[in-house]
């Protein structure tokens, strides 16, 4: 490293920057440990020449494991795929986090965001009115019984991405971006899809342990380069007060 003060002090504010992004990131993390369905981020550094910069926040695409609920309407997928909901904006939200109940509308939503639920057709899942035993199949297949005969009210829709870990993280959900390539729609349990496990939610991918790990270490690199910062401000100004002295003798 150059003995430049001004570089030294630009490459301990690169690392202190770098070390709050790590922070954050792993503060989210463990903030969102017990959120169903949650994926945690993962941050990827570049050495520059300035130092350490955060070059990139990713997603962890691993599944997390399977927690029941006891409630036939919540849902886990055991595979790819993310449930696809009707965004505010009119985008789709995806999301792993299959908190689904009956809107009062009668539209199957999700519970955190009221968002409706995408069925295969690319519509909502609506319940009509007086349907009974309402249940999910694996196959993404909403049935139940309607005066007195049974009846199919639609198939839950998931979506896949060639680079899952490239969404952008909006919410609770996600939404695609360049880097997640090419979305492609489908049903439960069909090729290249995952099934539904009715009665069950899929806990978040976080590892607790680890990101302790990561925020401990980040907190020291961020004081070390702190240290750093004011080592390279205290040659700055012995620097200018030398420079002074000579221009006054």
Known sequence: MSTDPLNIVNVGLSGMEASLTQMDVS????ANVGTAGFQGQDVEFQNMFAGAVAARISTNAAPGGLEPAGVGTDLAIAGAGFFVLGGANGGPIYTRDGN????ANGDLVEGSSGLTVTGV????????PGLTALAIGA???VTGNLNGQPATVGRIALAVFQNPGGLLRLGGGYQASANSGNVLTGAPATAGYGSLVPGFLESSNVDLASEIVKMIAAQAAYEANAKTVRTGDQILKTAVDIDSEKRDA
């Open 139 to 141: 196959d993404g297949t």
């Open 100 to 103: 689904f109940s009956v809107g």
């Open 27 to 30: 503060a989210n993390n463990v």
């Open 121 to 128: 057709g690319g519509g909502p899942i609506v319940v009509p």
